[in-house]
């Protein structure tokens, strides 16, 4: 008998240190999407020309959560600002190479 998948790992998000973003740990999907929300908030209101996401701990990006880093890019980019996203998992890679035109907003540090 297969052992069934357990749950979602959640979803947590500390401050980096040095420069203005956060580290997000864990996954984000149906279920942590409120935190995901909510960290993309704050993150979105630290000063700063660029703001850094920390993806290398991040299991999981559903299409959903890459559409709300999308947004709060977009939105940052609005105000002349950046949102640059450091070492994203294969899921949100997947997600960006099969829609690349609805990802266009997104950037990844090299």
């Given at each position: ?7 979602t ?42 703001v ?21 890019s ?13 070492d ?23």
């Open positions: 008998m297969t052992p069934s998948p357990g749950p790992a959640p979803l947590t998000a500390l401050p980096l240190r040095g420069r203005p973003g956060a580290r997000l740990s864990g996954s984000c999907d149906l279920d942590t999407r409120q935190a995901l929300s909510s960290a993309l908030g704050v993150v979105s209101g630290m000063p700063g020309a660029v850094h996401l920390d993806l290398s701990t991040v299991l999981f990006f559903d299409a959903a959560s890459v559409a709300a880093l999308v947004r709060a977009a939105a940052l980019s609005g105000q002349g600002r950046r949102l640059l996203l450091h994203p998992p294969y899921s949100l890679r997947k997600v960006v190479e099969m829609f690349p035109d609805e990802c266009a907003a997104l950037e990844v540090a090299a």
